[in-house]
């Protein structure tokens, strides 16, 4: 019974009973300054225009006895003398559990789907990550249905990884797989700074029906805010953590991590922050492991997070892509090269990693995609090669199988946007790969020896 009124508990708590007013004493660019309005960080509050309909804004930082704000709207016809007004307290997102299949605003209300669902709790929207020491170990996979992934960097249940990608490469079409596929309970989506028009197109075309009906979005386009669009990540993680504390498997996927950092990074720099590494503040790479580190496993459910990370100019050591990958638990690379030859997806097998896959597949798995893996790495070494023609059969074992066998690898890493990769049909197709692999490699090698055995007498 305590844990029922838990969450209403700490609401009637942090709830602030009178409202605090100041008055606007300069307008930035995108910075208002408030002067009187004493209310911490991330507070929010209401700026009354005098010629309009009073707009919303965020607390994001203080210097002195001033008040640093960020309006959720443009900051048209806001000036010098306007009051400004405290909302009530902490911030919380309602929800429960007949909002699957809601799409939600970067302040937590719906815009879409089912909008009067009934509210079984509230849950903060900035809280901290569990302790380290809660965290319960990660021991089984929950299958993506993108035959890749499985087989060859298995993700774990209450896992983090990266989508890594350049512009175009297919990053949300993969999203959408996922989505659609995962053997997860619920599906939570942060749609961050996308397209308007991307945003229909992924409910319909990604997603799907099959996705909606066990999914929630949160949305936040390209046009609004910063503000709206790093708070809109935020959301995300605490519907995520709702469905989690239920005792559900939550898949959490972020479309884009890089452009939450970006918005981040328009806030920091119009709060006064110093630039540091290409133009981040501190408070960047302070508020990515804040997030990040919101998922993963607990004694009552788990989050499993896949955060796309938009890499540019695909240089993935820049400075956001770096950071990112530091803190998660692996990383999928997509391959402009592989996506302009057509292998879809794009996953390039070497430059990908899954930290936890050894914990979560058995050791024949394991094996076989050491295998698989080996062959794609000798066949990286030889492709010039082979291309221009250099290379001469039979001079060596490992670059002969490595010819060989490419083409029925990537026959057997592609996979059409339709296609679901059932988890034991995906492992039943790498063992056969892999021993049709050491079965070459064994006749090839045996073949060299006679021949070497003929020569010398």
Request: hydrophobic share 40%; glycine share 10%; aromatic share 4%.
């Amino acid at each position: 019974m305590a844990d029922l009124f838990a969450s209403q508990r700490r609401l009637i708590e942090q709830a602030r009973i009178c409202r605090t007013t100041g008055r606007v004493v300069e307008v930035t660019g995108l910075a208002v300054v408030a002067e009187g309005l004493a209310i911490p960080v991330g507070s929010l509050c209401e700026i009354k225009r005098s010629a309009d309909e009073p707009i919303p804004a965020q607390v994001v930082g203080a210097r002195g006895d001033r008040a640093i704000l960020m309006t959720l709207n443009e900051p048209l016809g806001v000036g010098v003398g306007d009051a400004v007004t405290s909302s009530a307290g902490m911030q919380y997102v309602p929800v429960g559990r007949q909002m699957l299949g809601c799409v939600l605003n970067g302040l937590g209300r719906p815009i879409g789907g089912p909008t009067d669902f009934t509210v079984e709790a509230h849950y903060p929207v900035y809280t901290d990550a569990p302790p380290a020491l809660t965290r319960e170990p990660i021991k089984r996979a929950i299958a993506t249905g993108v035959r890749a992934i499985d087989a060859m960097h298995t993700v774990g249940g209450g896992q983090r990884m990266g989508i890594f990608a350049g512009t175009g490469i297919g990053k949300s079409i993969l999203m959408g797989m996922i989505a659609r596929y995962t053997t997860a309970d619920v599906i939570v989506v942060a749609l961050i700074g996308e397209r308007g028009r991307e945003v229909g197109d992924f409910l319909r075309k990604d997603l799907g029906r099959e996705g909606l009906t066990r999914s929630v979005l949160v949305v936040s386009t390209s046009d609004e805010s910063p503000v709206l669009r790093v708070r809109a990540a935020f959301v995300a993680t605490a519907v995520a953590e709702y469905f989690r504390d239920l005792g559900l498997d939550v898949l959490m996927l972020t479309d884009s991590t890089t452009r939450m950092a970006m918005a981040q990074r328009q806030i920091g720099l119009s709060a006064g922050e110093p630039p540091t590494t290409k133009g981040y503040p501190p408070s960047v790479f302070s508020l990515l492991p804040k997030l990040l580190e919101r998922s993963g496993q607990t004694c009552r459910g788990s989050i499993t997070g896949l955060y796309t990370v938009l890499v540019e100019g695909d240089d993935i050591a820049e400075p956001i892509s770096d950071a990112i990958r530091g803190t998660l638990d692996g990383h999928v690379w997509l391959s402009r090269d592989l996506a302009n030859r057509g292998h879809y997806p794009a996953v390039s097998v070497l430059e990908s990693i899954s930290r936890v896959m050894t914990d979560v597949v058995d050791e024949e798995h394991q094996k076989a995609a050491a295998v698989v893996r080996r062959v794609l790495a000798v066949w990286s070494s030889i492709e010039d090669l082979v291309n221009v023609g250099a290379y001469a059969a039979g001079s060596n074992v490992e670059f002969d199988v490595a010819v060989k066998m490419k083409p029925a690898i990537d026959e057997f890493l592609q996979q059409p946007i339709e296609e679901k990769a059932v988890v034991t049909e995906t492992r039943g197709s790498l063992l056969k790969l892999a021993s049709e692999i050491e079965t070459l490699r064994d006749k090839l090698a045996s073949g060299t020896s006679g021949a070497a055995v003929r020569k010398a007498s």
